[in-house]
Structures are given as structure tokens and as C-alpha cells.
């Protein structure tokens, strides 16, 4: 299997705080994860693209001192929402590639966040 | 930049009826298509994939879909639906040659059915 944790898969957080969401692989290693942010009856939209041991690559328009993103092993990456504000609520997935010459992923459940 | 555009926002089917969501994208070199199915409260799984060959692909649960070079488009089809399909279908693309899993995705169609 590939199965992809998130955590939490809620949050509500105060306006001005942040917060932080885990992505994990369990049972494989992926050397790339994606970060993705759905609106409500909107699609996902790609946020960036998080390298283990690297600088993670930001989609255009994505604040990357905002949304900090952090791949310190090959089965986490951490999104890190700074500051955040109510217009920062929204539904946040990850997923991961399963072999580095993959274009396949798997996703995580998503983590809610909701900023008051 | 690449896009993905699916038709319908919402089907609404009664059992043992076909099933086509239309996808279409804009991209002109070679691309890997995907459609992902998100059921309620649940995550996204893939149900099939194309990279290369047989245009005509079978994917899980009885799902197909049919890669239209000419006419940019991977619509899904199903011959027969049944209540446990529904769930929002997501076409996506990958760019080949770009990052690998780059994935642009359609908005979504959100597909209910009737028992």
C-alpha cells in the first residue's frame, strides 16, 4: 500500500497565531510531497512542491514566508501557516510520490483549518 | 500554463444509469491524465491513469476513460453506476517532462446517485 497521514485533520487557531500540519508517508519514503489547497466547490489548487533536504518550490502567488513548508525526513513534511488569518482558512492536502521517477501520488485525508 | 476544465459541477444519476464526465485540458506536449475520486469524508484515490498506449484505459470499480489527443480530452465513463459511486471525480494532468506529479486539477464533478 501508500498510505499518506495528516495531522491534524482539524484545527482552529486565532487570527494572528500560527500553525503547524504534518504530512507523513507511513509505509513507503517519499523523496517528494505536494502541498495543495482546495477552496470550497473549487478544485485543489497546488501550493508547492517540498523536496527532502531542500528548499521547498512555491507555486506562483504563494506567499512562501507565509506558508512555510518543511521536509526534514523521507516521510515528513511539515506546512507551517504563519500569521494566520481568517482568509487562511481552507482545507489543506498533502501527497506524496512513491519512487522519485514516479507521476503518481497519494494523498492524505486533508487537515480543515479554520481561522477565527 | 496548463489547464483542466470539467464540464459538469453536479450529475445526478439514478442507479444502473451510464456515467461520462467530460474532461478537457490545455496543454500542447505530451501529458499523463489521471481522474481521482474523493467520496464523502474521505480521501483522494486514484481510479485510472494514462501515460502512454492504449488511449482506451480501465481503471478501478468498473471505470474507464478514453484519452482524445485530437480533441484534448480524457472523459470518464461507467455503463452502469451504481449508489456507492457517488462522490466528486477530479480529472488531472501532468505535464510529462515537468516536475514529476505536478498535478494541474479540473474543478471537480460531484456525481449523486439515486438508489
Known amino acids: 500500500g501508500a498510505v499518506v497521514s495528516q495531522h491534524p485533520s482539524r484545527v482552529i487557531c486565532k487570527s494572528g497565531t500560527s500553525v503547524k500540519i504534518e504530512c507523513r508517508s507511513l509505509?513507503?519514503?517519499?523523496?517528494?510531497m505536494f502541498w495543495y489547497r482546495q477552496f470550497p466547490k473549487k478544485s485543489l489548487m497546488l501550493m508547492a512542491t517540498?523536496?527532502?533536504?531542500?528548499?521547498?518550490?512555491?507555486e506562483q502567488g504563494v506567499e512562501k514566508d507565509k506558508f512555510l513548508i518543511n521536509h526534514a525526513s523521507l516521510t515528513l513534511s511539515t506546512l507551517t501557516v504563519t500569521s494566520a488569518h481568517p482568509e487562511d482558512s481552507s482545507f489543506y492536502i498533502c501527497?506524496?510520490?512513491?519512487?522519485?521517477?514516479?507521476?503518481?501520488?497519494?494523498f492524505g485525508p486533508g487537515t480543515r483549518l479554520t481561522v477565527t | 500554463a496548463q489547464s483542466v476544465s470539467q464540464h459538469n459541477h453536479h450529475v445526478i444519476l439514478s442507479e444502473a444509469a451510464s456515467l461520462e464526465l467530460g474532461c478537457n485540458y490545455s496543454?500542447?506536449?505530451?501529458?499523463?491524465l489521471f481522474w481521482y475520486v474523493q467520496y464523502p469524508g474521505q480521501h483522494l484515490q486514484l481510479l485510472l491513469k494514462?501515460?502512454?498506449?492504449?488511449?482506451l484505459v480501465k481503471g478501478i470499480k468498473g471505470f474507464e476513460a478514453e484519452f482524445i489527443k485530437s480533441k484534448f480530452s480524457f472523459n470518464l465513463r461507467k455503463p452502469s453506476v451504481q449508489w456507492s459511486d457517488t462522490a466528486e471525480y477530479f480529472c488531472?494532468?501532468?505535464?510529462?517532462?515537468?516536475?514529476?506529479?505536478?498535478?494541474?486539477f479540473g474543478q471537480g464533478t460531484i456525481l449523486t446517485v439515486h438508489p
Open positions: 501527497s506524496a510520490n512513491k519512487r522519485v521517477s514516479s507521476y503518481e501520488q497519494y
Open positions: 509505509d513507503f519514503q517519499a523523496t517528494t
Open positions: 517540498s523536496n527532502e533536504g531542500s528548499k521547498a518550490t512555491y
Open positions: 496543454y500542447g506536449g505530451t501529458v499523463n
Open positions: 494514462y501515460f502512454s498506449g492504449d488511449p
Open positions: 488531472a494532468v501532468n505535464a510529462g517532462g515537468t516536475s514529476y506529479g505536478k498535478l494541474t
